[in-house]
């Protein structure tokens, strides 16, 4: 029989709980459920991240990061704008699709009072991540906009994505986002 490896461990801990938050937020993180789930010992969790702001502010980190990285892929993809924004409405499409799951730092946004310092500053940097990657594909479309006009456009976008998202979550609907974001498109919000 293999023993699991103390990398092994803790990404069974993060998958378990980036899980559990995507589904039930951030005061969900129970590290004696976590263990459970992962077969060890609720003090072996502590091992791994001496707290719950320590495994929240790992689980946005790397939830940021990875999330960079695919968008980084789809600006080197394509030059059209309209495909790069198809392909990022589609990613918050698929964590509903997902057993109704919510974007990661999203739900974390909506629990802001309840996070440590640490998952905070790590939500964040997601929320500035997507923008500036959103105005680098306003820019495409409109390579003589203002930077602020970017950056509010982008922010628009970020905003409606997300809460098109909490919306169709809340009422279990995924056709809510659907046609959320196809309004979104009609009124011009999202190009």
């Known amino acids: 029989m293999m023993t699991k490896?103390?990398?092994?461990?803790?990404?069974?801990?993060?998958?378990?709980?980036?899980?559990?938050?995507?589904?039930?937020?951030?005061?969900?993180?129970?590290?004696?459920?976590?263990?459970?789930?992962?077969?060890?010992?609720?003090?072996?969790?502590?091992?791994?991240?001496?707290?719950?702001?320590?495994?929240?502010?790992?689980?946005?980190?790397?939830?940021?990061?990875?999330?960079?990285?695919?968008?980084?892929?789809?600006l080197a993809t394509s030059n059209d704008a309209t495909w790069c924004l198809d392909k990022y409405i589609a990613i918050f499409r698929s964590a509903l699709a997902n057993d109704n799951r919510m974007c990661l730092c999203g739900i974390m946004s909506a629990e802001l009072d309840d996070l440590p310092n640490e998952v905070r500053i790590e939500v964040d940097k997601f929320a500035e991540m997507n923008v500036g990657w959103l105005m680098k594909v306003l820019s495409r479309g409109t390579p003589s906009a203002d930077e602020q006009d970017l950056q509010d456009r982008a922010m628009a976008i970020f905003a409606a994505i997300e809460g098109a998202q909490l919306v169709a979550r809340g009422c279990q609907d995924i056709g809510i986002y659907d046609r959320t974001i196809r309004a979104y498109r009609k009124t011009g919000l999202v190009p």
């Open 5 to 74: 490896t103390k990398t092994d461990v803790r990404e069974a801990l993060m998958t378990a709980a980036k899980a559990t938050v995507q589904a039930h937020g951030y005061n969900a993180l129970s590290f004696r459920e976590l263990a459970k789930e992962v077969g060890i010992k609720s003090a072996s969790v502590h091992y791994h991240f001496p707290t719950k702001g320590d495994l929240g502010a790992a689980l946005a980190h790397r939830y940021t990061e990875e999330g960079a990285a695919s968008l980084a892929e789809l």
